[in-house]
């Protein structure tokens, strides 16, 4: 059975707390996290006939990981089978398989694998198997302040959560991969949509 996130948009401040958890409880160095927040951003200001000033100015914050998608090209382009769907429906690679070829990195559009520099292979969200198989939640959902992340079978969160989406700006279209993301999007969403809006913080999230 499928399992992936539900993702609340509304609820997100952008702390980052979810990220910082992910890379304590792997401890990853500066060069190396699991989990990302892009912050998106949109929109200007104008001056009215009568002096005024207004504005359409819109900000959302976006939490992703791998989605373990239902069609992953990661694993569709590793030459070795390291990179594979599990029993529990989680994508991740064998160590024992990986070459560190780098082909699953630039084939996934949501940059979920990475090489670890270190130790030469292909490294990356696992939606914390070890804890799934323990009954408990992925350290990025326990870590939320907020509680703007689930993580369970992808029937169940669909049932608790029937208003969402697969894809909101700047992720790419659902299509690609068939993600299992869920996600509700804020209002600010939909501003993004009319009138286009930009990533701001590409340094920091590798982009």
Not at 6 to 32: E, I, Q, S, V
Not at 69 to 88: F, Q
Not at 132 to 145: F, G, H, L, N, T
């Amino acid at each position: 059975m499928p399992r992936g996130f539900f993702y609340d948009n509304t609820r997100c401040t952008g702390c980052r707390t979810c990220a910082l958890a992910c890379k304590d409880y792997h401890d990853h160095g500066p060069d190396m996290a699991f989990r990302m927040v892009i912050d998106y951003e949109g929109g200007s200001w104008h001056l009215d006939a009568d002096g005024s000033l207004s504005q359409d100015a819109f900000a959302y914050h976006v939490s992703v990981s791998c989605n373990h998608c239902n069609n992953p090209v990661c694993t569709r382009v590793c030459p070795t089978g390291a990179m594979h769907k599990d029993e529990l429906g989680l994508v991740w690679p064998d160590a024992t398989k990986c070459i560190g070829c780098g082909y699953c990195t630039m084939a996934c559009p949501y940059h979920a694998p990475r090489i670890d520099a270190h130790l030469k292979r292909s490294s990356k969200c696992d939606g914390c198997r070890d804890r799934v198989a323990e009954s408990k939640q992925p350290i990025c959902v326990d870590a939320c302040p907020v509680r703007a992340l689930e993580f369970g079978l992808v029937s169940e969160l669909t049932s608790r959560h029937p208003d969402t989406v697969r894809s909101i700006l700047p992720l790419p279209d659902e299509t690609a991969t068939q993600p299992n993301l869920l996600i509700l999007p804020s209002p600010a969403v939909a501003h993004a949509e009319e009138r286009g809006g930009s990533i701001v913080n590409r340094t920091e999230i590798h982009l």
